[in-house]
Structures are given as C-alpha cells and as structure tokens.
C-alpha cells in the first residue's frame, strides 16, 4: 500500500494527493513481521483511490457521497516538502503524510493523529487478502 501511494503523490507532483486509507486484521495479512502482531491488531492494509473530479463529495474533512466509504485514516501528499499535518489537510484518526522524495522512511513518510501528533510507524512486507470485485 505505501508503495502505491508513493507512486500515487509522485505521478500528482506538484499537486497534493488525499485518500482513505483502511486496516485489516493482522491475522489476514501474508508477509514478514506478520507473526509478531497479535491477529486483532489493526494494520493499515487498503487505500482508496482519491476522486479528485468530485470535490463536492467531500466538506470539513468529512465524506459525504453516498454510501460512505469510510475509512480510518487518510493518506495525504505534501511536495510544497512539509512533513506535518496542516489546517488544509483532511484529518483521519491516523493521518499518513508524504513528502518528496517519496521514499518509504521517516523522512519522507510519518504518522500523525487528527492534533498533528506524531505516532510511531512501523512498515511490515506484507499483503491484505485478495477480495474479488463487485458487481
């Protein structure tokens, strides 16, 4: 997932990505570092690809399109190279910002709460199961 949104913010460079990112259980998930979390544990596995053509489905931070897509995060892009959650971002419970050089480290990619807190990220090889398409 953080491969792809990397990829996501660098392809939108100089404009800023914002998405829903979601969790799994850990138990679901096949990868390294998988077996020392307890299976329970929430582990941030699946992102939605942002819908920049509709801004009217999103106010405040809050989704409005119907159904709601909800999610309990956001990934959020910064290539002005802040590395902090800002007043312009949409909030999460857990907000992901990345900077250039869009690298997976701490000095391209932190965790943040809603307050601007920062939260420890730890990156597992890991893959969520696969889930057919609906129809």
């Known amino acids: 997932m953080v491969e792809a949104l ?3 913010a660098s392809a939108n460079d100089p404009d800023p ?3 829903g990112i979601s969790t799994v259980p850990a138990g679901e998930l096949d990868g390294d570092g998988v077996e020392s979390l307890d299976p329970a544990q929430s582990v941030f ?3 939605l690809l942002p819908d920049p053509g509709n801004s009217l ?4 931070g ?3 399109s119907t159904p709601n897509r909800s ?3 956001r990934f959020v892009s910064h290539p002005d190279g802040v590395l902090d959650v800002t007043l ?3 909030l999460g419970a857990v907000v992901l910002v990345a900077v250039p050089p869009w690298e997976p ?3 391209s990619l932190r965790a943040f709460d809603r307050s601007g807190d920062r939260l420890a990220l730890k990156l597992l090889d890991a893959e969520p199961p696969e889930r057919p398409f609906e129809d």
Request: charged residues 30%; hydrophobic residues 30%.
């Open 6 to 8: 990397l990829e996501l």
């Open 17 to 19: 990505v914002s998405t």
């Open 45 to 47: 596995a699946e992102y």
């Open 57 to 60: 489905t999103h106010v405040f």
């Open 62 to 64: 809050v989704e409005l």
């Open 71 to 73: 999610t309990q995060g």
């Open 88 to 90: 312009r971002d949409d």
């Open 105 to 107: 480290n701490e000095t």
